[in-house]
């Protein structure tokens, strides 16, 4: 069953997605199209109800005037022109630019004029994504880099329910990963949901490329080049794999029209993974957007830990532990880590705060531990909040929690004698501290 579906005609407009967003809220599937699509491509599609010609500032793409009306007009459909005028969507000539506003002129449009039907919903996206790997990988097998967070892991359930065995995960376990959370995607997928997941113990391998290397940039380099060549090395050991599944989604494809001529643009997930693989790409989740991919992982019977799992760094841990990393000082930061997360559920923090973590210093401060002199390490709490991780606040944690989690971390955690609570917003200070 194919839905119906806005198109989106982006004539270097920055509210592209915030227009796509309020069509979906509505109950209908809305995508995002370059300015010079081409009719031929529109019908090709097949399923739009109607356009929306989104202009930015006066139709303006790249500083050449963009003028397609009278083309689109062409094929038949119903035409919605938004023009903005000024800088920001307050200034949007249809739109006054609060929401509600905008929701009921679309919902003119997209029901009132378009007829078009209410069944955009995650049980129908899965069916047809379903359907849809099963008549492109046929016969074929297909390889995906299982991290275990959100998007490679809702592409694992979605993929196993299309081609089942013919899916080979790969798991690698570069010893950055958070407590538990190597064991949860084995739990999950391999005992759960028997899904085929060969799991690669790598964290002597990192820990030995990390070794005496304190400088941020690089232990990002070595980190996502030394997974890429664990990645390919699992990779040969199959053979006649044909596909490369990737977890790319909605806000990595889509782009801005006024800074190119083109607004969808090739941008992969696991950037990086070698591009003399040869393997042909699937991207089931390639048109949600975060909330969405959210909502296909509880619909594909997922664990909630999982589906709303906070957003965690590729290099994972290891630019919490700043400066050359140790195996002492990683898993002070890994148990510190653990009981915030822990604390955070029981106050019910988890979901209340978009980003938790500690962070450990490669510094010792003095302190008395049973009556003697100790030299050992402090312990960073993190906790903002923010929209889309640009800018950031500081969550005012109660006092009574923060007590709670340093007198566990002090009592529970070896080598840490203090606590400390990072009070800085983003900007001047980033979310992470490399
Ligand atoms: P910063 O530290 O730049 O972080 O304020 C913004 C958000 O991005 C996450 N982050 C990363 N995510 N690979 C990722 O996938 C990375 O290398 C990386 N570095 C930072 C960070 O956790 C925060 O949510």
Redesign the pocket.
């Known amino acids: 069953m194919k839905q119906d579906m806005i198109l989106i005609l982006d004539l270097g407009s920055e509210e592209n997605t915030r227009i796509a967003r309020a069509i979906r809220d509505l109950g209908v599937y809305s995508e995002i199209y370059p300015h010079d699509i081409t009719v031929a491509e529109i019908k090709k599609l097949g399923n739009v109800k109607g356009i929306i010609l989104n202009g930015g500032r006066n139709n303006v793409v790249d500083g050449v005037a963009i003028d397609i009306v009278r083309e689109v007009a062409g094929i038949g459909l119903p035409i919605l022109t938004v023009r903005h005028e000024g800088i920001t969507h307050r200034d949007m000539e249809c739109f006054s630019g609060d929401d509600d506003n905008l929701a009921k002129e679309l919902e003119a449009f997209v029901f009132g004029v378009c007829a078009a039907e209410k069944n955009w919903n995650m049980r129908n996206f899965v069916h047809d994504q379903v359907e849809l790997v099963k008549r492109e990988v046929g016969d074929g097998r297909v390889l995906l880099a299982l991290s275990g967070g959100v998007d490679s892991s809702v592409v694992a359930a979605l993929l196993l329910r299309a081609i089942g065995e013919r899916l080979e995960c790969v798991h690698v376990n570069h010893g950055l990963m958070r407590k538990g959370e190597s064991e949860q995607v084995v739990e999950v997928f391999r005992n759960q949901m028997k899904a085929n997941l060969a799991c690669v113990d790598a964290r002597e391998r990192f820990l030995s490329k990390l070794e005496n290397i304190s400088d941020p940039e690089q232990k990002?380099k070595i980190i996502g080049a030394e997974f890429i060549r664990v990645f390919e090395e699992e990779a040969e050991k199959f053979s006649g794999i044909e596909y490369l599944a990737q977890g790319t989604i909605y806000p990595d494809i889509v782009e801005s029209g006024t800074k190119t001529a083109k607004i969808v643009k090739s941008h992969h997930n696991v950037g990086g993974l070698p591009a003399d693989m040869k393997l042909k790409l699937v991207e089931p989740i390639k048109q949600l957007f975060k909330d969405e991919v959210r909502a296909c992982g509880l619909e594909l019977g997922l664990p909630r830990g999982m589906v709303f799992r906070q957003?965690?760094?590729?290099?994972g841990l290891g630019?919490r532990c700043l400066g050359a990393v140790t195996v002492e000082r990683l898993e002070a930061l890994r148990e510190s880590d653990a009981i915030l997360r822990e604390e955070f559920e029981t106050a019910g923090y988890d979901t209340r705060v978009w980003?938790y973590f500690t962070v450990i210093p490669d510094f010792k401060s003095v302190g008395i531990r049973d009556g003697a002199r100790s030299f050992e390490y402090p312990v960073i709490i993190r906790a903002v909040n923010?929209v889309d991780?640009m800018t950031?606040t500081i969550e005012k944690l109660p006092w009574e929690l923060l007590e709670r989690i340093t007198d566990r971390i002090l009592s529970e955690v070896e080598r840490v004698n203090r606590v400390l609570y990072d009070i800085s917003p983003?900007p001047p200070a980033?979310?992470?501290w490399e």
């Open positions: 990002r957003p965690f760094p590729g290099p630019v980003q923010t991780a950031a983003k980033t979310i992470e």
